[in-house]
């Protein structure tokens, strides 16, 4: 136990090297020269697409930071860190979800430890908490968000219904729907007016935003526009009745989440008391609780009863959910 503290000193400075390392190392030559051919390729071509997705690339790379290539790194799928930032509204950074993860994985650590818990119990705090709930939060926000638009998207349908009528063109529609609607649905429709301005075609900017949000509602949206552009037809009377099928689909899942809360309810309760009760028993008899880290049948006997719980949950969420 003596070289404890020594160890945990000396894998600090490791660690605290190696992101050092990671920030401040320059590109490969590899890298640097596909960079170069690459923009070549873009400096000379007559292509509109080719040419708005340059200047995407280059204002999301003046974005990036230090610290955010030094942690997409030490990742093993950063664009997809990054797009899940992105859906969430904000300006979070792949930089500050790491540096937040890290910061929360140390201090946990370091505080179960020094309470006295088993050095391995405070690692597996750290990391629990230092990665679960970074991602536990990003997934609440963007849940929040994209409910937030799937509640006022019918409207702005509604609104390019309206515009479409008055005589609109489709592009102009979009912009007005970006300017008068709040929320993220005027952030989204603002967003994908802005593409067009730099030359983006709109059936490109649409189906980005809806690679992006991920929503069934506005994957529709973009698939009766694409339909109507090649088949033809009343754009204004089509989007009218997908306004309508979106809100009778918002109430079936509402109705949906009523009936189903009770078996939610008894889900929650049902997979948090094992671990309520242990902490409760940790903190009378912290001696007694310590044994399942020490006693090799009883962390075997935990690690078992951790698996068919993560599997009854599984089953209980299935049986539970419901695709409209």
């Given at each position: 136990m003596e070289l404890m503290p020594v160890m945990l000193v000396a894998l600090g400075a490791v660690t605290l090297l190696g992101m050092l390392l990671f920030a401040f190392a320059g590109p490969s030559g590899g890298r640097a020269q596909s960079r170069r051919l690459q923009a070549v390729r873009e400096r000379h071509s007559e292509n509109r697409a080719v040419a708005a997705d340059a200047q995407l690339r280059k204002i999301t790379a003046a974005r990036?930071?230090?610290?955010d290539l030094a942690v997409g790194r030490l990742l093993p799928n950063p664009a997809q860190l990054a797009k899940r930032l992105a859906m969430t509204g904000k300006s979070w950074t792949v930089g500050q979800y790491g540096l937040v993860s890290a910061g929360a994985l140390v201090v946990i650590a370091t505080l179960a430890w020094a309470k006295g818990a088993?050095?391995?119990l405070a690692m597996f705090l750290g990391l629990f908490i230092g990665i679960g709930f970074p991602h536990l939060a990003v997934g609440i926000t963007i849940s929040r968000r994209v409910n937030a638009f799937n509640t006022r998207f019918p409207d702005a349908i509604d609104l390019l219904v309206r515009g479409l009528r008055s005589g609109l063109p489709i592009t102009e529609t979009i912009g007005v729907v970006g300017q008068e609607v709040s929320g993220p649905v005027g952030e989204e429709f603002r967003a994908i007016a802005d593409k067009m301005k730099i030359g983006r075609s709109m059936d490109a900017a649409l189906?980005?935003?809806?690679?992006?949000l991920g929503t069934p509602e506005f994957q529709f949206f973009v698939i009766t526009i694409a339909i109507q552009r090649e088949t033809g037809g009343n754009l204004a009377e089509t989007l009218a009745n997908l306004a309508d099928v979106l809100r009778k689909r918002a109430q079936m899942k509402l109705k949906i989440k009523a009936m189903s809360s009770e078996a939610k309810a008894s889900a929650y309760i049902i997979g948090a008391l094992p671990f309520i009760v242990f902490a409760l028993i940790y903190?009378?008899?912290?001696?007694?609780?310590?044994q399942f880290f020490v006693d090799e049948r009883l962390i075997v006997a935990g690690l078992f009863g951790l698996i068919w719980m993560t599997i009854g949950a599984?089953?209980?969420?299935k049986m539970i959910r419901f695709e409209i």
């Open positions: 990036d930071t230090k610290m088993p050095f391995f189906q980005e935003t809806a690679d992006r903190n009378l008899n912290q001696k007694y609780m310590v599984g089953i209980m969420a």
